[in-house]
């Protein structure tokens, strides 16, 4: 019990020494999100069937077991951990809180858009999919959201510490931004593996 406490205060700890960072977050996420599942209502019709084309040729690889999921896993720990790095990157630049920004609100765009889209696609079915789908996506999302918090911190730590001509303790900030990095690699492989295996497993016991 005592660890559990000593763990819930230290993130309790760790929310209020990053309230803005983490409500600005909060805020992108669900205009994000809710722009995503909006967005599928107002695209023309032709546009209605080349998702549904799409989400069926999906389910249809996973039906007839075409994907290639070793090919899948290694495409989707390379693009995540490259997209990590970039914002871990931006994070250490003066100019990269509207780049930070703008990657967080497309991914919680993406997020919704493809939830709308197995709904649209599959009906009842859908919903199924989409709650499959919440899994893997929920978790690469919370560590997208944690980097993107303190790229945002550190960003805004190097435009004060300029524009006032204060000594930059670059050790200190990239020790701790060092091991959340490290920490959603290891996040992104776990991602990747749910992602790649475990998604197509369940929603093949759907079809």
Same mark, same amino acid.
């Given at each position: 019990?005592?660890?559990?406490?000593?763990?819930? $205060?230290?993130?309790?700890?760790?929310?209020? !020494?990053?309230?803005?960072?983490? &409500?600005?977050?909060?805020?992108?996420?669900?205009?994000?999100?809710?722009?995503?599942?909006?967005?599928?209502?107002?695209?023309?019709?032709?546009?209605?069937?080349?998702?549904?084309?799409?989400?069926?040729? +999906?389910?249809? !690889?996973? %039906? !007839?077991? $075409?994907?290639? +999921? &070793?090919?899948? =896993?290694?495409?989707?720990?390379?693009?995540?951990?490259?997209?990590?790095? =970039?914002?871990?990157?931006?994070?250490?630049?003066?100019? *990269?809180?509207?780049?930070?920004?703008?990657? +967080?609100?497309?991914?919680?765009?993406?997020? *919704?858009?493809?939830?709308?889209?197995?709904?649209?696609?599959? %009906?009842? %079915? *859908?919903?199924?999919?989409?709650?499959? #789908? &919440?899994?893997? !996506?929920?978790?690469?999302?919370?560590?997208?959201?944690?980097?993107?918090?303190?790229?945002?911190?550190?960003?805004?730590?190097?435009? #004060?510490?300029? =524009?006032?001509?204060?000594?930059? $303790?670059?050790?200190?900030?990239?020790?701790?931004? =060092?091991?959340?990095?490290?920490?959603?690699?290891?996040?992104?492989?776990? #991602?990747?593996?749910?992602?790649?295996?475990?998604?197509?497993?369940?929603?093949?016991?759907?079809?």
């Amino acid at each position: 019990m005592k660890k559990l406490d000593k763990l819930k $205060n230290k993130i309790q700890s760790k929310i209020n !020494n990053n309230k803005k960072s983490t &409500l600005l977050i909060t805020i992108l996420f669900l205009i994000g999100f809710i722009a995503g599942t909006i967005f599928i209502t107002i695209i023309a019709k032709s546009d209605h069937e080349y998702i549904k084309e799409y989400m069926n040729n +999906y389910v249809s !690889n996973i %039906k !007839n077991n $075409n994907l290639n +999921y &070793l090919t899948c =896993f290694r495409e989707s720990v390379i693009s995540n951990i490259l997209l990590f790095i =970039f914002v871990f990157l931006l994070g250490i630049s003066v100019i *990269g809180i509207p780049i930070i920004i703008f990657i +967080y609100f497309f991914k919680s765009f993406i997020f *919704g858009f493809t939830i709308s889209s197995f709904i649209l696609t599959f %009906k009842i %079915k *859908g919903i199924l999919f989409s709650i499959i #789908y &919440l899994i893997p !996506n929920l978790l690469i999302l919370m560590l997208l959201s944690i980097l993107c918090i303190y790229a945002i911190k550190v960003s805004l730590y190097m435009i #004060y510490s300029i =524009f006032n001509k204060l000594e930059i $303790n670059f050790k200190n900030i990239m020790n701790h931004y =060092f091991k959340i990095l490290i920490f959603s690699v290891i996040g992104i492989i776990v #991602y990747s593996l749910l992602e790649t295996f475990v998604t197509p497993y369940f929603i093949s016991m759907f079809i």
